[in-house]
């Protein structure tokens, strides 16, 4: 059974930085891109991020360009978000997500992880 | 960069009723396209991909038509688990994934 494990988010003030992870299992988790989804409170969802299976191509919407980091350990069957720079409007509950091979939606979700960005 | 608009944004109907939604792109996607249904507090879950392909488990109530700019998700009869809100996403590979702004499906 796939199973994926957001941890990390929390209240942090602006231009701080966060380091989310999200624990993969339930299946050969070097072999799949990941990526990760966010969902500001009440408002819908915004792709972020993404990554493929051996780490050599990541892509990012212009809204966080420049000040995240997607990167993952294979070894450790690990996805993580380096989110520095916060601004408020980085608020939202953050889902990684598993991508089948090729061109491909997201398949598998996790429950997600809070970020609050606020003085 | 591609925009994906849906209609309407609410959407109230009974149990039993027949529902489209409706999902535009802003240029051709072919069929790279996938819906996803949200239940409060819960992570969004893949019903239709590549246009009108039902996801393994997903009820035959659900499916999906269309290609190139417009896009629609109908349930053929409305069920009380079905009260949700709905997602589209375009999926081009073109290294970016965007979504639809959702249409919650309420009871009337």
């Known amino acids: 059974e796939v199973q994926l494990l957001e941890s990390g988010g929390g209240l942090v003030q602006p231009g701080e930085s966060l380091r989310l992870s999200c624990a993969a299992s339930?299946?050969?988790?070097?072999?799949?891109?990941m990526t990760w989804v966010r969902q500001a409170p009440g408002k819908g969802l915004e792709w972020v991020s993404v990554?493929?299976?051996?780490?050599?191509?990541?892509y990012y919407a212009d809204s966080v360009k420049g000040r995240f980091t997607i990167s993952r350990d294979n070894s450790r069957n690990t996805l993580y978000l380096q989110m520095n720079s916060l601004r408020a409007e980085d608020t939202a509950l953050y889902y990684c997500?598993?991508?089948?091979?090729?061109?491909?939606?997201?398949?598998?979700w996790g429950q997600g992880t809070l970020v609050t960005v606020s003085s | 960069d591609i925009q994906m608009t849906q209609s309407p944004s609410t959407l109230s109907a009974s149990v039993g009723d027949r529902v489209t939604i409706t999902c535009r792109a802003s240029?051709?996607?072919?069929?790279?396209l996938a819906w996803y249904q949200q239940k409060p507090g819960k992570a969004p879950s893949l019903l239709i991909y590549?246009?009108?392909s039902l996801e393994s488990g997903v009820p035959s109530r659900f499916s999906g038509s269309g290609s190139g700019t417009e896009f629609t998700l109908t349930i053929s009869s409305l069920q009380p688990d079905d009260f949700a809100t709905y997602y589209c996403?375009?999926?081009?590979?073109?290294?970016?994934?965007?979504f639809g702004q959702g249409t919650k499906v309420e009871i009337k």
């Open positions: 996403q375009q999926y081009n590979g073109y290294s970016t994934w965007t």
């Open positions: 339930g299946f050969t988790f070097s072999s799949y891109s």
């Open positions: 590549k246009a009108s």
């Open positions: 997500a598993k991508l089948r091979p090729g061109n491909s939606p997201f398949d598998y």
């Open positions: 240029q051709s996607i072919s069929s790279w």
């Open positions: 990554i493929s299976g051996g780490s050599k191509s990541t």
